[in-house]
């Protein structure tokens, strides 16, 4: 596979995105130089104590000084903010991209602020874990997994095509969509599993007859695999559900709906729909299996983080 021709690279926010792609690309050969950057003092010195970029800056104007491609890895309500911040730093000829889950809301805000001659290319890895900060990072973690490249109109396609073989470099697969599309689909597969995940696990925490400690300690796999999920970043979700507001909205009212005709079958007996339904639900799992893009083996065959 041939190696993009970025010489430099630069990550702005050093979560667990941003930490991933570079011990990816570190997996990969990457023969070029990474820089990067975190507003938080406390993440750059952890940055700095396991290594975590070749080179640690004090400010995102020096990280992306002279980079030929540019990723913001912050919350998205937060990136508009930071093209501002960084776009008289912009290399003519660079691309900027992203990694947030939110696309419409992206491209609204920081499209305004990127300079003549700087590739806007935004992106979104399909990829993640309820874990956080730069020690929460992987090389694996985008391995046959999906990264969505949600260009706007008029990008230049050689800027399009370099961004997704880096992203092939890591180890994802790449589509192209457009970003109100992408905002719907992401609603569906990701957004609405999240607040239900939260809803759920607060629910349990509202049951005052259910203890704290039962709960804990009788928490079979569905309750379970709900904490998961809702331990991720609440800032990173916070910023997902007020950018996303249309598409969240349109599908967890089609959620409500679904969940008012298991209630009626439910109170009025009626186990044929319940079965029928079960039944093409399980079918959809089996799908995602036979996919590749999760396995059937009790952890779901995921990556335990040493914390």
């Known amino acids: ?47 700095r104590r396991i290594g975590l970029t070749d080179r640690v800056c004090d ?8 980079a030929d491609l540019v990723v913001l890895a912050v919350p998205v309500g937060a990136m508009g903010q930071v093209a ?55 090389a694996e973690l985008f391995d046959n997994r999906w990264c969505l490249i949600v260009p706007p109109e008029g990008t230049d ?65 569905g309750f379970r695999d709900f904490t998961r999920i809702a331990a991720s970043d609440p800032t990173m979700w916070r910023d997902v559900f007020l950018t996303n507001k249309k598409a969240t909205l349109e599908i967890l009212g089609r959620f409500t709906e679904e969940l008012f005709a298991l209630q009626r079958a439910i109170r009025t007996g009626d186990g044929q729909h319940l079965f029928d339904y079960f039944t093409r639900t399980r079918a959809i799992r089996r799908g995602i299996i036979e996919a590749g893009q999760d396995t059937d083996a009790p952890d779901f065959g995921r990556v335990k983080v040493e914390k």
């Open 1 to 47: 596979m041939t190696q993009p021709t970025y010489d430099r690279v630069a990550l702005i926010g050093l979560g667990l995105i941003a930490s991933s792609m570079f011990w990816a690309m570190k997996r990969a050969g990457f023969a070029g130089t990474v820089t990067g950057y975190a507003r938080s003092e406390a993440t750059r010195d952890t940055a």
């Open 157 to 221: 396609r050689q800027a399009i095509e370099r961004l997704a073989e880096f992203w092939h470099m890591l180890g994802a697969n790449t589509e192209e969509m457009d970003p109100e599309h992408h905002d719907l689909v992401c609603a569906v597969v990701s957004h609405i599993p999240h607040i239900i995940a939260y809803t759920m696990v607060g629910v349990a925490d509202d049951l005052r007859r259910v203890s704290e400690q039962e709960v804990i300690k009788f928490s079979a796999a």
């Open 84 to 138: 501002e911040e960084i776009a008289p730093c912009l290399k003519p000829g660079a691309t900027l991209t992203d990694v947030g889950s939110v696309k419409g809301h992206v491209v609204d805000t920081v499209a305004p602020h990127v300079p003549e001659g700087v590739h806007f290319v935004p992106a979104h890895p399909m990829a993640g874990t309820e874990h956080s900060g730069p020690e929460a990072g992987f």
């Open 59 to 66: 400010s995102a104007a020096e990280a992306v000084e002279g």
